[in-house]
């Protein structure tokens, strides 16, 4: 997803010359096109993420649309009251880029990890949180943002496994249905994704028809879809890389439990209120470790549904 | 011209007396807090306002504006009564201070309020903002300043020194940011609680230009900015020696005035002192 940004960023930038790329300190090299022919553009603003968050503040209400890119804790949590009041309380129209979200740097341990930014960016008032799936969604994401007048969190993972093409158009708080089901659903985020699609494979050979929707807008959140699954579906199981409290799943929780007609069963699987302890480069060794696997998945959609 | 300048100095004087008064009638009848910072920051609010920026009350998003960001939120009545004497908002509005359906909250709402570019309250955001304010104008060629006034207590918050960097090294020379050096924290004085030290030596070791004014001296203040140059590639610091509570003799210098409200007496005596001061003046 890091060479997608890039690459969505210098295209945007290309239409439309308010676009500003501030970084954190990262990036160099791979932005070293974007530095050559945008140099106006890009604002290198060094580790100090508060500052960096007003400045981005004041730029934006100067009529720049400046997008702020650091590696994911740093871009949410580090600097949360600047988020909170220079960017949502005033309304600016910063667009904030966390890359490495959730346990994408799998060897360097919970001080890299951010397994609650979604639940602090969507509790944020003017905020529109974004999680996409794949390379394309990246892109989208991006231009979306551009358009959108209004705060807007982008959170990216490092790699994108995901080789799916979606044809229908990206619509902020729209989700995607990847696979269309008859009695479950697995709604998914980010690189949870791609698990959920290999579950829904095998789930197939086991009589459970299930529904793969992609929520790449967690805020606002596609409510009427959900909504509608809640009462074709017997079970629904919602999975993120992230901890299980305010996340996706919190965000489909609260629909269902304040929806009349909803008959579905649900779980919720993320990680489970702890800090993820363990290393690894391949982060589906992780998910292995934490029961986020589409083994895992696969097990436990069996369960519910029987 | 000394005589226009002395006219001018006395005009400040009596308006600042009569802002001190207005500041204190509202505060009290909303039974608001913070009398004792705004009465720290006034006049220098007042002079900028009047004197320095440059700006159209009747068009507030005029680009071609200088900005002003109050980051010391807390002093916001100050900035109030400055914005409403200015025409920036009918000046009955004032009397709506903190009730509920007011535009005008115990911290300023940047949302709501005319002129107010930032919402501020949270101590060290203020700054921030208007190093990316400064950076815009730099981007833009535009030639308008930034004015941002922080308290000394506030900057007890780091992000005003990553911001500090930031601007030095930007060499954004159309930044000015005024402290308002009154010495007293909540608990007591800076120097028994958590000492600043030099803000003067502190600046220049970031890459500042930094002077020193009273900021309660009009002639002074007058001078200091009719010899500031903007143009040497750095930021500037106005250090404002000032006095919390400034204007009501049992309110200066005093911890306690940081957020009680008069009785009866004290308030009968503090307007008496504000109205003998008007008198002398208007003479």
């Keep these: ?306 | 011209m000394k005589n226009k300048q002395n006219r001018e100095i006395l005009q400040l004087k009596l308006k600042a007396a009569q802002l001190r008064k207005k500041i204190l009638e509202m505060i009290v009848t909303a039974h608001g807090t913070h009398i004792a910072s705004a009465f720290s920051i006034v006049d220098l609010v007042l002079f900028l306002y009047k004197r320095v920026l440059r700006i159209n009350p009747k068009n507030p998003a005029d680009e071609k504006r200088d900005k002003f960001v109050l980051s010391k939120g807390h002093g916001c009545a100050a900035l109030y009564v400055v914005l409403a004497d200015l025409g920036f908002f009918p000046k009955k509005i004032l009397n709506t201070f903190i009730s509920p359906g007011s535009i005008l909250g115990g911290h300023p709402d940047s949302i709501r309020i005319p002129g107010v570019e930032t919402s501020t309250g949270s101590l060290g955001h203020g700054f921030p903002v208007a190093v990316g304010f400064a950076m815009a104008n730099k981007m833009n060629h535009s030639k308008f300043r930034v004015y941002c006034l922080v308290g000394d207590e506030e900057l007890n918050e780091g992000s005003n020194w990553e911001a500090a960097q930031i601007a030095a090294h930007h060499k954004l020379d159309n930044l000015i940011l005024i402290i308002d050096e009154n010495k007293l924290m909540i608990s007591g004085f800076m120097k028994d609680i958590l000492d600043s030290l030099s803000f003067k030596e502190k600046f220049r070791a970031f890459g500042w230009n930094a002077v020193s004014v009273n900021g309660h001296n009009f002639a002074q203040l007058i001078k200091l900015f009719k010899q500031m140059q903007f143009k040497n590639g750095k930021p500037t610091v106005v250090i404002a020696d000032t006095v919390k509570g400034k204007g009501v003799s049992f309110m200066e210098n005093k911890k306690e005035w940081y957020s009680v409200l008069p009785n009866q007496e004290q308030m009968d005596i503090a307007i008496g002192e504000l109205d003998s001061r008007i008198e002398r003046l208007n003479l």
Excluded at chain 1, 25 to 50: P, Q, T, V
Excluded at chain 1, 113 to 130: G, K, Q, Y
Aim: net charge positive; charged share 20%.
């Design chain 1, 1 to 306: 997803m890091r060479d997608a940004y890039v690459d969505a960023i210098y295209r945007a930038t290309k239409v439309n010359s308010n676009v500003l790329c501030i970084v954190g300190d990262i990036g160099a090299y791979l932005l070293r096109h974007y530095i050559k022919d945008f140099s106006a553009n890009y604002l290198n603003l060094g580790a100090a993420e508060a500052n960096m968050v007003g400045v981005a503040a004041g730029l934006a209400m100067s009529g720049k649309i400046p997008f702020v890119y650091t590696i994911t804790p740093f871009i949410t949590a580090r600097c949360y009251e600047q988020i909170k009041i220079d960017v949502c309380y005033n309304g600016a129209n910063v667009k904030l880029v966390g890359i490495g979200s959730g346990v994408s740097y799998g060897t360097m341990g919970s001080t890299h990890h951010s397994l609650e930014d979604i639940a602090i960016m969507r509790a944020l008032p003017n905020m529109t949180v974004f999680s996409p799936s794949n390379k394309q969604e990246v892109e989208e994401a991006v231009f979306a943002a551009m358009k959108y007048k209004g705060p807007v969190y982008i959170r990216l993972m490092l790699t994108a496994n995901l080789t799916h093409k979606y044809r229908s158009k990206f619509k902020i708080g729209k989700a995607r249905i990847i696979k269309k089901g008859k009695d479950a659903a697995i709604i998914a985020t980010g690189d949870m994704v791609s698990i959920a699609i290999d579950a829904a494979k095998a789930l197939k050979k086991n009589n459970i028809n299930c529904f793969v929707v992609n929520i790449h807008t967690l805020k606002p959140f596609d409510e009427l879809l959900i909504k509608n699954l809640s009462y074709k579906c017997k079970a629904i199981i919602s999975i993120e890389e992230h901890s299980t409290i305010g996340g996706l799943g919190s965000a489909v929780g609260s629909i269902l439990s304040q929806y009349p007609r909803n008959k579905a069963r649900f779980k919720i699987l993320g990680f489970n209120d702890i800090f993820c302890r363990e290393y690894s480069s391949d982060k589906l060794k992780i998910f292995e470790k934490y029961n986020l696997s589409s083994k895992h998945l696969i097990k436990t959609m069996i369960e519910l549904y029987h």
